[in-house]
């Protein structure tokens, strides 16, 4: 697999160095691009794509997005970019490019945890006597119980989000409100904090939350919130996770973890395979 040309060292992404790079680069590449949000998405993405395909790391969801919007007036073939839909279906916020493509969760993290994935790093860092005397007690198994503790947070988020409240954002701060001896989440403390920061009140915050109860989890919650909370949990309640096996550690297994006949299952494989229908002189997954 070719590498992609480097930038200056002073340099820093943006759409437009994005997209010029993505010319130049087509001087000696006729294959396809594919532009990915940094570099976790390129570790994941590599091994499952096809030999000819180049992965670039556009450093951020707004560059690729805006480097496509380029390339897309200038006639370019051949670029395909893999976004997070973090939360803009809630946002009303519409497609930038036929070339764009949005995960079906709120982001690949997300897409990781609700797959079979979650199970195989279970077995690695969890202990099976302790995840199973959890789930006796709880009466449901891990991954709903790492969803449900996600929830908690990211309802919070996107309430913020949508009044567009940074200051309120700032507050989710996960290790603060998840109890390790218990895994159990702070959630009256992380409202009051939220709120005492916010322009609005508690109950308001309440009111607002519980206006999102019923929209799919999968995109409310938060990847990186569902890794820190899984870490804690992993630390006693499920498991014996050393202090030096963080988050990184994580999501680095849930990546390698991720089976093929999982990722077939996914929209985002599906919207994939959708544009080399419509681009069939390029190819981006390993057949």
């Known amino acids: 697999m070719k590498t992609a040309m480097p930038l200056g060292p002073f340099d820093h992404k943006t759409p437009a160095v994005l997209a010029n790079e993505l010319v130049m680069q087509r001087q000696v590449h006729p294959g396809a691009f594919l532009l990915l949000e940094g570099r976790d998405d390129v570790r994941f993405w590599r091994p499952r794509c096809y030999g000819h395909c180049e992965l670039l790391d556009g450093e951020g969801k707004q560059n690729v997005a805006g480097a496509l919007q380029r390339l897309d007036e200038q006639g370019f073939q051949g670029a395909l970019g893999l976004v997070d839909s973090d939360y803009d279906t809630f946002m ?168 093929r006949e999982c990722l077939e299952a996914t929209g985002l494989w599906d919207g994939i395979r959708a544009w080399e229908g419509r681009n069939p002189s390029f190819s981006v997954l390993s057949h």
Not at 123 to 128: L, M
Not at 165 to 175: F, S
């Open 92 to 259: 009303s916020s519409k497609p930038l490019s036929a070339n764009l493509v949005a995960t079906d969760a709120h982001d690949l993290e997300c897409v990781l945890c609700r797959s079979k994935a979650l199970d195989a790093v279970l077995a690695e860092h969890g202990d099976a006597s302790k995840i199973r005397r959890f789930e006796d007690r709880a009466g449901t198994d891990v991954r709903q119980a790492l969803l449900d503790r996600a929830l908690v947070f990211g309802r919070v988020r996107l309430a913020a989000t949508l009044w567009r409240d940074a200051e309120a954002i700032r507050q989710v701060h996960v290790p603060r409100f998840v109890d390790e001896t218990h895994w159990r989440v702070a959630a009256d403390d992380l409202l009051t904090i939220v709120a005492n920061a916010s322009a609005r009140d508690r109950e308001t915050w309440q009111d607002r939350t519980d206006e999102l109860l019923h929209e799919d989890p999968w995109f409310v919650v938060r990847g990186h919130d569902m890794l820190e909370i899984l870490r804690i949990g992993l630390r006693r309640v499920l498991g014996d996770l050393p202090v030096k096996d963080g988050v990184r550690a994580i999501a680095s297994g849930l990546r390698l973890a991720m089976a």
